[in-house]
């Protein structure tokens, strides 16, 4: 939005410039007796909008980050086409960087968004993301598996929901395996049985 205005004002003062310099032309090609002191202050008033000019367009400040800015990670798994978002404060040696500077550090991520308050770093990867679960019967409870890209099953905790108290449909289920995708349906669905 500032560059906008700033390349406004230069092409107006350049205008304008030009403007004053093709008067005096005009005039001096017309009669050759205008006042010296006339000339002087053209000359002078020119040289004045030029230099106002040129003081404009060298007060641009750089975008940086501040202390207290967020970094948000936005990563697209190709392999279940699930995209997380993670949020957290930015790294100390990341406070008060450019745009490029933080580009240089984060390689492998492409900035989506930078402003001084927040920053949204985007990154594709293969496979699939780390909120995959299976609900399912461990030992007589109900159990939380998380599962890789390969399928693999990995045994992350185990509940103290009885399987015996839940409904035969509820124990079919959970010998099969229950997919869940998110945190937020893993809980409503371990809620469901307690």
């Known amino acids: 939005m500032r560059k906008k205005y700033i390349i406004v004002l230069m092409a107006i003062v350049t205008i304008m410039a030009g403007f004053i310099v093709g008067v005096v032309l005009a005039n001096r090609n017309k009669t050759s007796n205008l006042e010296p002191e006339i000339e002087s202050k053209l000359a002078k008033e020119t040289q004045n909008m030029q230099n106002e000019l040129d003081t404009i367009a060298t007060s641009h400040r750089e975008i940086k980050t501040s202390p207290n800015a967020i970094l948000v990670l936005e ?53 699939i993301c780390e909120e995959h679960y ?6 007589g409870y109900v159990a939380i598996y998380t599962v890789d890209k390969e399928g693999k099953e990995t045994l992350k905790e185990t509940t103290e929901i009885v399987i015996s108290y839940l409904p035969e449909t509820d124990k079919l289920r959970l010998k099969e395996g229950i997919k869940v995708y998110g945190k937020e349906n893993l809980n409503a669905t371990i809620e469901d049985y307690e």
Do not use: A, M, S
């Open 75 to 127: 990563t697209y798994y190709q392999g279940c086409q699930h995209t997380t978002i993670k949020r957290e404060e930015i790294p100390t040696e990341c406070v008060n960087q450019t745009e490029e500077n933080l580009q240089e550090k984060y390689r492998d991520w492409k900035i989506k968004e930078f402003t001084n308050g927040e920053v949204v770093l985007y990154q594709e990867r293969q496979g």
């Open 134 to 139: 299976l609900v399912k019967e461990h030992n």
